[in-house]
């Protein structure tokens, strides 16, 4: 199979196969993985027998009752640890305080705008837990029924999370930047009880008006969530919220009097821990679910793993808790490891566009782990913003989201880790749970640009159209050929849906939805999506949702949307709109601008808005996005392309898609 399309331009300009840097000795040193000797060694024993190796590494939970079986693997379903009992919230709390470090700080926190600051014990978050799990469990919310959680980065937000998994409550973490409809949206799928908000969240010194945007996706004719019993408001920025009774009750009514120990539920290893909505390839979102035992072991064994995680290392993931990295590495993960965490309310550049060096300075952070996108961003801003930081706290860096270019990558290695802290580029998605490929600090040299090798218990292959392996340095569909315990277990009321996506196209293996090359080396290459999924600053997006959002505005005859290169975001929305009403100006971009900030979030606001006479079409009627694409790029112009324009005469050159 030939290197698809959108594959192609990357694999010249951003592949430096050559180009390596080595692992750092100083993390050779204790490492749990070393060198690579010992990375391959644990490798093959991962690949040869899975239930062992896994077997000997759940022997870390607290297990109420133990499994009687490793896996049960009817592809596509996994059961893993079959009918065994745990709890992932006493694997992040209870299990650290029995062993005595019930002071170890848990988790710091910086809030915006002020920079206020908290801090958590373990002993003292696992007592805020046990309150909020005690008020959820007192106002009737049952184990198996879905929680949804709108809030900002908060503590609370982490320990809502935690609460609802103490008492076997699923959630459904809601990122604060979408809209009402889409809440709505994501409650009437999950068919949720309960939705945990707070009044507002601060963003760059502005209120958010998060429990209003409840009250209107309750409100919803579109998606009537007639399950949501209660409604729990965070007191975060004072402001005016409407409260209705009987429905609605203040976070502190609700934990006031409850006590600071309240048991874990015994929940079945494949119980439902959370499910996490996110954008496929067609219009509706998809509720990803992942169950208890087996993510909690993966979130924990690749945090510990990747980051290399010591006794005395304080660790910053910047992802909002509203995403899966939010999930696995702010939360579960580390925390189930026992480490410090830090996380942060606000954005990286308010009050100034130095924010986050200044809290390394004052936080001391040992490992950081961001985004492309946020890289880019600090490069554009500039050096005064960084010079004169100290930043010696760092140890390691890690990036994730999207492919790093190599620019970006050396000047984060160079300014920001001082050229001594190693770099870690995941490669992982919602459905995988946690990281599957990434270099190990101690082991693995680096190359700018690839996610390097697979961990341990990951067996990917790069196969053609036909589901046959592809010839080593030949690009390809990226599948996993075995399961692994952090695999989602299904989409929320899809079983369908679940097998069409991930597991018809090449029979019996997990297609991850990217393409992917090998070099020389064995080095994985992630060159692009293979669907009409796009990737704008690190958010999932889907064409078809956008497009579904666009034509719900009156005047919109027909839209398609189509990603173009962006130096900062990766990826920006352009769409090309036909119009039934209403005239093709900028008060109806900024009307439709408008339409998708409320059926969608601002994520999903279109950069670029062409209006357009017709869309080309091929003769069988299907859009022709590559010309789209081209077109939204600036790499094939028709005249003036935001005002009308007539793709009849490419159209005809271009009937191929
Ligand atoms: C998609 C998954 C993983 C958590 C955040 C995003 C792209 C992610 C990398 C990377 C190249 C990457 C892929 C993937 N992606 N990390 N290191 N290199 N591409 O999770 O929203 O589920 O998106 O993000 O295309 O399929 P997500």
């Known amino acids: 199979m030939a290197v698809p399309e959108k594959a192609a331009g990357r694999v010249a300009s951003v ?10 000795a100083e993390f050779s040193k204790g490492a749990r993985i070393g060198s690579l000797a010992d990375y391959k060694k644990i490798y093959d024993e991962a690949a040869s027998d899975i239930e062992g190796f ?28 079959v009918d065994g009992h745990t709890n992932a919230s006493a694997a992040c709390l209870d299990q650290h305080i029995a062993a005595g470090k019930g002071d170890k700080i848990a988790m710091v926190w910086v809030g915006e705008p002020t920079g206020e600051r908290r801090e958590f014990t373990y002993r ?95 409100k919803s004719k579109a998606h009537p969530a007639t399950t949501v019993k209660h409604v729990i408001v965070l007191k975060r920025t004072g402001q005016a919220v409407d409260m209705v009774p009987g429905r609605d009750l203040w976070w502190h009514d609700v934990v006031a009097g409850m006590p600071a120990d309240h048991p874990p539920a015994a929940m079945d290893s494949e119980a439902p821990l959370f499910i996490l909505y996110t954008s496929g390839s067609t219009g509706k979102p998809k509720g990803i679910k992942h169950t208890t035992a087996g993510y909690i072991l993966w979130a924990k064994t690749t945090s510990e793993w990747v980051f290399d995680l ?55 952070p040992t490992i950081f782990y961001t985004a492309p996108t946020a890289i880019r961003s600090f490069m554009k801003w500039g050096m005064q913003h960084i010079e004169g930081r ?11 989201g999207e492919g790093i270019n190599p620019e970006a990558w050396v000047w984060y290695h160079e300014v920001i880790g001082g050229k001594r802290c190693p770099i870690v580029d995941t490669w992982w998605q919602t459905e995988t749970g946690g990281i599957m490929m990434s270099p190990l600090p101690g082991c693995t040299p680096t190359k700018p ?53 991930y597991w018809s196209r090449v029979p019996g293996k997990y297609l991850a939805g990217d393409n992917a090359r090998q070099d020389k080396d064995g080095y994985y290459w992630i060159m692009g999506r293979i669907d009409d999924v796009l990737n704008v600053a690190g958010h999932r997006l889907s064409t078809i949702e956008i497009e579904s959002a666009l034509v719900s505005h009156p005047d919109v005859a027909e839209a398609a949307a189509v990603g173009r290169p962006h130096d900062v975001k990766g990826e920006a929305v352009a769409v090309f709109v036909t119009l039934k009403s209403g005239e093709p100006n900028d008060a109806l971009k900024d009307a439709l601008r408008k339409h998708v900030r409320q059926q969608i979030g601002a994520l999903a606001v279109p950069d670029d808005i062409h209006f357009s006479a017709t869309l080309p079409k091929t003769r069988s009627g299907k859009i022709m996005r590559r010309l789209l694409r081209d077109i939204a790029a600036g790499r094939e112009t028709v005249g003036d392309t935001t005002t009308i324009e007539d793709y009849t005469v490419l159209a005809k050159l271009r009937d191929d898609e």
């Open 15 to 24: 592949m430096q196969e050559d180009r390596v840097f080595p692992p750092s």
């Open 310 to 364: 010591r006794e005395e290392d304080l660790f910053w993931c910047t992802a909002d808790c509203g995403w899966i990295t939010g999930h696995s590495y702010v939360t579960y993960g580390p925390l189930a490891a026992g480490a410090s965490i830090l996380i942060y309310e606000g954005a990286p550049n308010a009050p100034h566009e130095g924010r986050f060096w200044e809290i390394i300075e004052q936080e001391k």
């Open 449 to 501: 640009g690839s996610c390097t090798l697979p961990l341990p218990g990951v067996c990917p292959e790069i196969v053609d159209a036909a589901g046959d392996a592809v010839e080593q340095g030949e690009g390809g569909w990226l599948v996993m050929t075995k399961p692994w315990p952090g695999m989602l277990r299904g989409i929320w009321g899809d079983d369908e849906r679940f097998q069409e996506t």
């Open 390 to 400: 100290d930043l010696s706290s760092l140890r390691l860096l890690g990036t994730v």
């Open 124 to 218: 003292q978050l696992h007592a805020e837990v046990c309150r909020f799990a005690a008020g959820l469990e007192k106002l009737g919310v049952k184990p198996g029924e879905v929680v949804s959680i709108y809030m900002p980065m908060t503590p609370e937000l982490v320990i809502a999370m935690l609460a609802c998994a103490r008492i076997g409550a699923v959630h459904s973490v809601i990122f604060g930047g979408f809209s009402s409809e889409a809440i709505a949206d994501r409650n009437q799928d999950a068919k949720a009880v309960a939705v945990i908000t707070s009044d507002g969240g601060w963003r760059r010194g502005a209120q958010l008006p998060l429990k209003k945007n409840v009250d209107d996706a309750l």
């Open 54 to 81: 896994w077997h000997s590494r759940a022997q870390d939970l607290p297990w109420m009752k133990p499994y009687s079986k490793v896996l049960d693997w009817q592809p596509p379903v996994a059961k893993w640890f």
